[in-house]
């Protein structure tokens, strides 16, 4: 069992950073999959990006070159570096944990959420 709560949303400008967090529980977190989705009004859940179990990320085109996810193992905590921010970035964005280490990307595979948090990136 994972419990995962994000933190550092906000509100911000475009252009600007941030930082999303992502703390998780349990002594397997090094063994998951971690993935970023986001959800904004009126849209349907979206993957952002995410973190193999092993090491390696991959990113929606939309992110791609903006975002960048790490993981501290020590913390049992996942981060999503957001740089050069838009407003359609907007949206409530969640963390998820895959017991697989190789998920596809979709939400569908994977077990874990967090309770989101909200960025919402102004003009």
């Known amino acids: 069992q994972v419990q995962l709560v994000e933190s550092g949303g906000g509100l911000v400008q475009t252009g600007d950073s941030l930082r999303l967090s992502c703390a998780a529980s349990?002594?397997?977190?090094?063994?998951?999959?971690m993935g970023w989705f986001r959800q904004a009004p009126g849209k349907e859940r979206e993957f952002v990006g995410i973190m193999w179990s092993d090491g390696p990320t991959y990113y929606a085109d939309s992110v791609t070159g903006r975002f960048t996810i790490s993981r501290d193992n020590a913390k049992n905590t996942v981060y999503l570096q957001m740089n050069s921010l838009k407003p359609e970035d907007t949206a409530v964005y969640y963390c998820a944990a895959s017991s697989s280490p190789h998920p596809t990307l979709t939400q569908y595979a994977f077990e874990y959420w967090g309770q989101g948090t909200q960025v919402t990136v102004s003009s």
């Open positions: 349990g002594r397997t977190f090094r063994t998951y999959a």
